[in-house]
């Protein structure tokens, strides 16, 4: 009964770095989403998908990019690393339908940049 | 610009008595609202929802508040216990089985004295 899996928990990444962060759900949802939250602010959006081979923006794309080949995994990729990229980041999934909005999260990743 | 707002940061309260936390929205086309409710080093964990068809829902401890002329939702927990202490997101969408991404708030961390 795993849920959401996120990997790595922890990292720290120099500037002009890149790396991926794992997320993958064995629960058949649909809808998988990338969420960041800096310290003092609420969860912001940086892409989402609704399904294997769909992916749409959210409110801060810049820096990041995603791939959606199975149901199962949602790997968020940041290109050249910036500071303003330290942050957790928290991958959801959902049901279509009315459970959609019932988001069941990962425990997050902590990353650093430096 | 903050479409949902959460204005205190934090709230103490004494184990047993009520805990109000409030939420405001800027967008009247919102129309589908959550709390969601975070530990330390844990991805959040949803709570409790509510349509703007209603103006309450309950669920146990838990009931959520509707004002739609307002433009603003509350979270009341009765009795606060030492286990509520978290922080507490608001969310809203647009309707309630689409895929329209959650716009979450900053997050209010409750603090339940013992």
């Known amino acids: 009964n795993a849920g959401v899996t996120q990997t790595p928990k922890f990292h720290i990444l120099k500037i002009g770095q890149s790396m991926t962060l794992q997320c993958t759900q064995d629960?058949?949802?649909?809808?998988m989403y990338w969420y960041r939250q800096d310290p003092g602010m609420g969860l912001k959006l940086i892409y989402y998908s609704v399904g294997a081979g769909i992916t749409d923006k959210g409110e801060v794309p810049n820096g990041y990019n995603v791939s959606r080949s199975t149901t199962e995994d949602f790997p968020l990729r940041l290109e050249l690393a910036a500071p303003s990229q330290t942050s957790v980041y928290f991958c959801a999934s959902s049901k279509t339908g009315a459970g959609a909005n019932v988001l069941t999260f990962g425990a997050g990743s902590r990353l650093t940049v430096l | 610009d903050q479409q949902v707002k959460q204005n205190s940061p934090s709230l103490s309260v004494q184990e047993g008595r009520i805990s109000i936390l409030n939420c405001d929205y800027t967008n009247s086309m919102f129309d589908y609202f959550l709390w969601y409710k975070k530990y330390p080093a844990e991805g959040p964990t949803f709570l409790i929802s509510i349509s703007s068809i209603k103006d309450k829902n309950e669920d146990g401890r838990f009931t959520v508040f509707l004002n739609k002329s307002a433009k603003h939702l509350s979270l009341h927990i009765v009795p606060s216990q030492p286990g509520d202490s978290a922080v507490y997101f608001c969310a809203a969408t647009f309707r309630p089985s689409g895929n329209t991404p959650l716009v979450f708030g900053k997050g209010t961390r409750l603090s339940v004295i013992a």
């Open positions: 629960m058949n949802h649909n809808y």
